[in-house]
């Protein structure tokens, strides 16, 4: 039987999972039956979620190959444990995160979805036509292709550290880590639009007698600003918009969209680890395999020497 503490990791990652990271049902029921299956080999044992050691998880794909799961399966169950646990570090529910070293059967990873400039440029222009809440929908925006934000950092920012027209953002990170990121022009402009109306509601407000919110972009949901889901959505509708398979666009896409494109504009792989917080840079290099296809037509495409030998 699944531990209550094993039940609410999963229950919480899988709800990350589907706000920040777009992922399919599909996907999201096959990582609670690998996770569920990973905290049941850990109950029979006496172990908790929060007491797995490295060599715990090994076991347990020992025990999986043991059992004949194809190669592909034990890959997708250790890929489950990683992303579990590398949520429990960035939530600050451990210390370390016990997967990072384990050498698994081997999967190629995934390359990010992003967006065009023009494709970004459409958003943004969506953004401005939304025909409610426009202001607000631009400066969300533009803040998120600007700084590269998770969705759960950009929907819960304070409205203090958006104060005084600033230039750079101190977003407070998974685990309570700080990091500051430059802030366009663009996104400085629609930042102070914003404010103006935000600031025009919440003094209507107050003269009702409703308490002030601290943050930038306030709801009425329970923690009182924006919801994840609510923001995914409105992607979502902006992408129709701007004429955009919606399929191709999340919150998410953005964040791989402003790494690229600052990839592709010169920036290193040291300054993307920056600004992403990222705690290494291999997860910081897959950025570059986006990069290389296109450098690659590039060259084929440019190069004299790749060139047909009957091409004049």
């Known amino acids: 039987m699944t531990a209550p503490q094993a039940t609410r990791w999963i229950a919480t990652f899988l709800e990350a999972q589907a706000a920040e990271q777009d992922a399919a049902t599909n996907t999201q029921l096959a990582y609670a039956r690998d996770l569920r299956d990973f905290a049941d080999w850990l109950a029979a044992r006496g172990v908790t979620f929060d007491g797995v050691q ?21 890959a997708r169950r250790l890929s489950a444990i990683r992303q579990l646990y590398r949520f429990a570090y960035e939530e600050g529910w451990r210390g370390d995160n016990p997967a990072l070293q384990i050498k698994g059967p081997g999967k190629a990873r995934r390359l990010p979805g992003t967006l065009t400039l023009e494709e ?9 036509a939304s025909p409610h809440e426009a202001i607000r929908n631009t400066c969300l925006m533009q803040l998120l292709y600007a700084t590269g934000m998770r969705v759960s950092e950009l929907v819960s920012l304070p409205v203090a550290a958006a104060r005084g027209d ?6 407070r990170g998974k685990g309570g880590k700080e990091r500051m990121v430059p802030l366009s022009p663009p996104a400085r402009a629609a930042l102070a639009a914003w404010l103006s109306v935000r600031d025009t509601a919440e003094a209507a407000a107050r003269d009702t007698g409703a308490a002030p919110s601290r943050f930038l972009f306030p709801s009425r949901a329970k923690h009182g600003h924006l919801t994840r889901h609510r923001f995914y959505a409105l992607v979502k509708e ?3 918009a701007g004429g955009i398979d919606p399929g191709r666009v999340t919150p998410h896409t953005l964040r791989h969209a402003f790494a690229t494109h600052l990839l592709a504009g010169g ?6 680890q920056m600004l992403f917080f990222f705690n290494d840079a291999a997860t910081t290099e897959i950025y570059t395999h986006v990069l290389d296809e296109r450098l690659r037509a590039l060259v084929l495409q440019h190069h004299p020497l790749a060139r047909d030998p009957g091409t004049p």
């Open 54 to 74: 490295e060599d715990t998880i090994t076991a347990y794909l020992v025990a999986c190959e043991a059992q004949g799961l194809a190669r592909a399966t034990r």
């Open 267 to 272: 920036a290193d792989l040291r300054a993307i």
């Open 166 to 171: 600033p230039r750079m953002l101190l977003i």
């Open 238 to 240: 902006l992408a129709l």
């Open 120 to 128: 970004v440029d459409r958003l943004l222009a969506a953004a401005e």
